[in-house]
């Protein structure tokens, strides 16, 4: 299986989060990826190829121009106004009834204007490395278009909580739509896109919501206890172009496979000619941010059963954060797709 890398993920390193009322260390740090690297090294994967540059044409097929160019210069923005003493964090946002029409002029505004929490930093090497990992989405997107069986874009910030217009959730730009725009616009009539991390891909649902030739599905914490709330319930099919199979706190393989199972029923019916996955192994049992209960080996699991639907697939790294684990699941779940 090809993988493609970047070393521009260590840029995004932000020092702070706010999570429960408290500023605490960002749990989407560089020590992620460094880790699944020496692991699939170890392990015998192939030599990670770097991203090739397309520029910004596959970013702004599923990004707004408008909000691309804020991501470009926000940091700037930011040390102009505040110094560059600490990281870029939104504390206002839009609520029903405020104007969505007028952008905000000062740069404490404008993060507020295109994000929509307080947990996804903004550092002077976050453009970079998003961008980086947008490259790397749309050259394993390439690499699959030109025949490979499967290509694993092992990126970092994740991407699946990035929409259209706004940041959050540790993403800026959205990996996983990349690659499936990506796909269409190579002439691929329809392409289905698999979120399995612990959280709903919102950003994914919203870019492609009541879009027939993109079929977006997502297994996911439900909302009504876990981020990020206020997107990922069930009856939000998008027109029948979306299925969300929302879940319970705790669960294990015994109550994921069988959801599993829906979401690749449901695919096998639309038919398509690609797959993209959303890879979050934040599903494991032992996640600091998570409740699943997932083992080690249920990720070969599920990627012998999605293996098994056969089809031209890009894998794209989203969540996890337990350093210690995050190696052996991913490598668990390419081994098991290339099994099948």
């Not at 840029?11 to 960002?26: F, I, N």
């Not at 970013?59 to 003493?85: K, N, R, S």
């Not at 002077?124 to 490259?135: D, H, P």
Request: hydrophobic share 40%; with cysteine.
């Amino acid at each position: 299986m090809d993988i493609v890398f970047s070393p521009d993920h260590h840029l995004q390193h932000g020092r702070a989060e706010l999570t429960d009322g408290r500023l605490v260390p960002v749990y989407e740090h560089p020590g992620r990826l460094d880790a699944v690297l020496a692991t699939l090294a170890r392990r015998g994967f192939a030599t990670p190829l770097p991203p090739q540059d397309r520029g910004l044409d596959p970013i702004t097929a599923v990004h707004d121009p408008a909000y691309v160019a804020f991501l470009q210069c926000a940091w700037d923005e930011w040390v102009a106004a505040h110094g560059a003493g600490g990281d870029a964090l939104p504390l206002s946002w839009r609520a029903p009834g405020m104007r969505e029409d007028r952008e905000p002029e000062r740069i404490d505004g404008r993060l507020g204007y295109w994000s929509f929490d307080a947990g996804t930093p903004i550092t002077s090497g976050t453009w970079r490395a998003a961008y980086s990992a947008a490259q790397a989405a749309d050259t394993a997107r390439a690499r699959v278009s030109a025949g490979s069986r499967a290509a694993f874009a092992l990126t970092r910030p994740p991407g699946h909580h990035a929409g259209s217009r706004f940041f959050g959730g540790y993403c800026f730009l959205n990996g996983a739509a990349i690659a499936a725009q990506g796909f269409r616009d190579a002439g691929i009539e329809r392409v289905a896109v698999l979120d399995v991390d612990y959280h709903h891909g919102n950003g994914t649902q919203q870019i492609f919501a009541g879009r027939p030739d993109v079929f977006t599905v997502s297994l996911h914490a439900d909302p009504s206890f876990c981020f990020p709330f206020f997107l990922g319930h069930a009856d939000e099919t998008e027109g029948g172009t979306h299925l969300n199979i929302p879940l319970p706190k705790g669960t294990d393989w015994a109550g994921y496979a069988p959801a599993l199972e829906t979401a690749l029923a449901r695919i096998e019916a639309q038919d398509p000619g690609a797959l993209v996955v959303s890879l979050g192994v934040d599903t494991w049992d032992g996640d600091p941010i998570s409740s699943f209960k997932l083992q080690t080996g249920d990720y070969r699991r599920m990627g012998q059963r999605i293996g098994a639907l056969g089809l031209p697939t890009v894998i794209v790294m989203e969540g996890g954060y337990a350093v210690e684990s995050i190696g052996d699941n991913v490598a668990e779940f390419l081994e098991g797709f290339a099994s099948a």
